[in-house]
T-cell receptor, first 112, second 111 residues
Framework: SQTIHQWPATLVQPVGSPLSLECTVEGTSNPNLYWYRQAAGRGLQLLFYSVGIGQISSEVPQNLSASRPQDRQFILSSKKLLLSDSGFYLC???????????FGPGTRLLVL | SQQGEEDPQALSIQEGENATMNCSYKTSINNLQWYRQNSGRGLVHLILIRSNEREKHSGRLRVTLDTSKKSSSLLITASRAADTASYFCATADNQGGKLIFGQGTELSVKP
């Protein structure tokens, strides 16, 4: 069976510090991968998606970036965090692009 | 851009009652999906319905799609306290566009 992992679960970072969030998927190959951000009490905002190694599509211009160094690894990064980067970050994978998505447990990021 | 918008924003019912949530969207879609999110957790996929389908069932869940009205509904029958969660609809347009999520309906089922 397939599983998706995210870490860390919770992160408190000062403004201006770097960020690295990792997402890995097990039990499948060549998945489509997605990063979303969810503000409190709101819907999901798509940040990045990837259809293959090294292939990243950005949906929202911001100070975040994403990389896919391996088939089942998706990393969300920032060189300098802003207060507005606080939120709940969710990674998801799916077989068909924009079909059913399977979400990880999420990382709650608080930028102070 | 298209967007799924759920209605109502919040719903409170007693255990055993049925819960109905609605989703409206703006443009032609390839598929519409419903997800559940327990507080502080990731989303769980419930049902995907394609534009050429009108109704789908999964256990106590029933989803309908009316493409002429650009709307969908999620019915949870015989609700349980464990159904308490936020429910989101998400639409994928028929131009290969991304999945766009609505703001969700917060369902509270009281025992």
């Amino acid at each position: 069976s397939q599983t998706i992992h995210q870490w860390p679960a919770t992160l408190v970072q000062p403004v201006g510090s770097p960020l690295s969030l990792e997402c890995t998927v097990e039990g499948t190959s060549n998945p489509n991968l997605y990063w979303y951000r969810q503000a409190a009490g709101r819907g999901l905002q798509l940040l990045f998606y990837s259809v293959g190694i090294g292939q990243i599509s950005s949906e929202v211009p911001q100070n975040l970036s994403a990389s896919r160094p391996q088939d089942r690894q998706f990393i969300l990064s920032s060189k300098k965090l802003l207060l507005s980067d606080s939120g709940f970050y969710l990674c998801a994978w799916g077989r068909g692009l924009w079909e059913t998505q399977y979400f990880g447990p999420g990382t709650r990021l608080l930028v102070l | 851009s298209q967007q799924g918008e759920e209605d109502p924003q919040a719903l409170s019912i007693q255990e055993g009652e049925n819960a109905t949530m609605n989703c409206s969207y703006k443009t032609s879609i390839n598929n519409l999906q419903w997800y559940r999110q327990n507080s502080g957790r990731g989303l769980v996929h419930l049902i995907l319905i394609r534009s050429n389908e009108r109704e789908k069932h999964s256990g106590r869940l029933r989803v309908t799609l009316d493409t002429s009205k650009k709307s969908s509904s999620l019915l949870i029958t015989a609700s349980r306290a464990a159904d308490t969660a936020s429910y989101f609809c998400a639409t994928a347009d028929n131009q290969g566009g991304k999945l766009i999520f609505g703001q969700g309906t917060e369902l509270s089922v009281k025992p």
